[in-house]
């Protein structure tokens, strides 16, 4: 059927190279579907800190004006 002999080396060949580009594809598709960029991660974490930072500021307030405050619910 095919009287080459080249046949069987590309072949060869050409399995593992096809299986490497599509295991990183599906990888590179895993990360882009499933998680956040490191900008997005960092502006999240910033953003965070600066919440946890301006809740402390109030509770330093209230703990000033309204002593007791955080034992009447």
Known sequence: M??????VPV???M????SIV???LTKWRELRAGGL?????GELTSRAERLEDRVA???RILDAEAP????KH
Not at 15 to 18: G, L, M, T
Not at 37 to 41: M, Y
């Open 37 to 41: 960029s490191e900008g997005a991660a």
């Open 22 to 24: 599509m295991k990183h």
């Open 57 to 59: 500021q109030l509770e």
């Open 11 to 13: 072949v060869a060949l």
């Open 2 to 7: 095919f009287n080459s002999p080249f046949i």
């Open 15 to 18: 399995i593992p190279i096809v």
């Open 68 to 71: 007791g405050w955080r034992l």
